[in-house]
């Protein structure tokens, strides 16, 4: 073997409207966050030539970033349109699609799902100046073959899933099935799966030092004959490892600058884009993905029980496929009308309402944000009745 191949994934989200309310409440908790965001880039700068980070970037955090209000809010602490502006180079920083308003993509309606994905790359396209991306980052790592057509639809390459979930269909041994790219098929059509290894992400999430990781994927991977690809993805902005603003105890400084000094002297691990490994070295056999999520701390992921354990949770995920049903009626119903800009806007803010409410954490939370969802429901039926008293 002669490189142990890491992806590092970090995914980057803030609920509608998060942003201004911590400013407003909890200023030091949003100032926190906005360095966490701003700290990537910068850090890479001196490591171009080694660093390789994926991020996916919801859209409603995307929003709030180029927002201009919030640009201007915020420019003492950080200087939002700066740090799009870096994100954008595509030397260290490689920008993963996801959903716009982060949903559980299996939880929410199938007539739904496609203006998410649309939604995203519309926002991400303008803001990073491209219009491809090759990864997908599924929103809390929901993810079930069911989505793969979809996936293909929107161009995506690549998934990641987490491993938890990933059966073979091909025989393979544990480290071949964890730490090579696989093919995964459904209804004709077929993705990449690329598996984020759950218990080295675990620690990234809560902190490590290089030398215990380094011996850790080289053990790992002592049986591999191949070149493999480990791939470890946590949210990148909460907890103090990452939000510490001292480089020396944080993220950035205790454990990935070992790990780029080591990489230049030409160590074992070498950082990768999952986009360049797979030029190289293509996916091998094919696997099945158990319908599920990642871990949350107290919940394994599957079943989704994190979001759907509750009564409450259960009841604002049976109105949402009530009111999404009308709503999408309503909608295909008009294409062939000759709509007033009234009742174009009525229908448009009856679907953006049903979008944002199916964002995760309005029931991530367990009963704590549920009401969250109602209340954007609330709001599209508003605007679906004012629809019809227009068109009648």
Known sequence: MSAIHHALVLNLHQPPGNLDHLLSEQPWEAREILY?????????WDYDDIARVHLSLSGTLLETLSNPEFQSRVYGIVDCGSLIWHLQNE????????????????????ADRDEHLARWQAIAGHLFWRNSFQGFWPPEMGFSMELIPLLKKFGYRYVIVDSEHVEPVTPMQWHELRYRPHIARHNGSEIIVIVRDRELSDAQESGMDYVWFAKELAQRTQCCDFEPLVTTCTDGENGGWFRNTTNEVNFWGAFYRELLDEARKKSLIQPAFIKDYLDRFGAYGEVTVRTGAWNTGWHHGRDFLQWTGSQAQKDSLARLQAVSGAVNQARNAAVAKDLTEEEQGDLNEAFWRLLRAE?????????????????????AEACLQRYRVRAS
């Open 36 to 44: 966490a965001y701003d700290r990537i880039p910068r850090f890479l």
């Open 91 to 110: 030397r260290i920083i490689d920008i993963l699609g996801t959903g716009y308003y982060h949903p559980v993509l299996p939880l929410i309606p199938e």
């Open 359 to 379: 964002t995760s954490c309005n029931f991530y939370w367990g009963e704590d944000w549920v009401h969250r969802c109602h209340n954007d429901l609330d709001e």
